[in-house]
């Protein structure tokens, strides 16, 4: 039987005690959650540690999802964590069968489940044919496959990832996708359950009165750490080449907004320019918009 003591659950939040009430009514009785809550609200804490098996962590300021991560890893006691977000929903069945597939293949550094809307989104990606392992006969009906690169709501080894870490300048988007980066330069597997599901709920982990925040935040980090991922990983002109698109993207907002007279419109332009630039010339991910 899979106890508690096999698993903790993380997540990062930032005012998404909603969607986070519904997963812990079904996951808190079998596993430890811990979830950092970013919006630095005392009464969610109160709220949700009404809950068995759930701590929540309030730091002293907004750490983003890599320093979350990272906060959540230490403190977690088990040797295995599932780092999850609000708005991806997942079964219990299917966090038992990772956990199951998890003891049974050796040297791993990642196993996750795969979206239900594969067309729309992967959250893995292969660049070069895998040879099939022998636990792929034992687990056929998982559908078990390596890959090279994968992006959020994944399982991991604290005793086999040992001190790779969160990239924490990173404060969002690409964060996890560099993660794993990481870990197949320190030659560890990254596998997904093509045959193990999970939903991406999108915006709705957060109240519609944040709205204009969460457009901010992601016009200024989206860029800001897409140029930062790319520049990281491979080099500083070939970032500029993957960021050019963003940059005419925001520059045409910006002409339709003042066409259309919305201002709102121009500001998301803007701060994602100044997203683009400030990764350009080497500022730190600094933008932390108020609602």
Excluded at 30 to 51: P, R, T
Excluded at 193 to 200: E, G, P, S
Aim: with cysteine; glycine share 2%; charged share 25%.
């Amino acid at each position: 039987m899979i106890m508690n003591k096999d698993l903790t659950i993380i997540f990062s939040s930032y005012q998404s005690q909603n969607l986070l009430k519904k997963f812990i009514k079904k996951f808190s009785k079998n596993f430890k959650i811990i979830i950092i809550e970013n919006s630095l609200d005392f009464n969610i804490k109160k709220s949700l540690e009404k809950f068995k098996n759930v701590k929540v962590l309030i730091p002293n300021q907004n750490l983003g999802l890599a320093r979350s991560y990272n906060l959540g890893i230490k403190n977690a006691k088990t040797k295995l964590v599932f780092l999850n977000n609000p708005d991806l929903d997942i079964s219990l069945k299917s966090i038992k069968i990772l956990i199951k597939c998890a003891k049974n293949i050796k040297n791993f550094g990642i196993i996750s489940p795969t979206y239900k809307k594969e067309k729309v989104y992967k959250n893995y990606e292969i660049f070069s044919k895998k040879k099939i392992s022998s636990f792929n006969k034992k687990f056929k009906k998982y559908d078990i496959t390596e890959v090279d690169r994968i992006d959020n709501n994944f399982l991991i080894n604290k005793n086999i990832i040992n001190k790779i870490s969160f990239d924490e300048n990173f404060f969002l988007y690409f964060e996890t996708i560099d993660f794993s980066q990481n870990i197949k330069k320190y030659e560890k597997k990254i596998f997904v359950l093509k045959k193990v599901k999970f939903h991406h709920i999108g915006s709705g982990s957060i109240p519609l009165k944040f709205k204009n925040l969460v457009e901010k935040t992601r016009a200024f980090h989206f860029n800001w750490s897409k140029f930062y991922f790319y520049r990281k990983n491979h080099s500083y002109f070939y970032a500029i080449r993957k960021i050019l698109p963003n940059f005419v993207k925001s520059l045409k907002k910006i002409f339709i907004g003042c066409i259309k007279f919305n201002y709102f419109t121009i500001v998301i332009g803007l701060i994602e320019l100044m997203g683009i630039f400030s990764a350009i010339f080497f500022v730190k991910s600094f933008y932390r918009p108020k609602n």
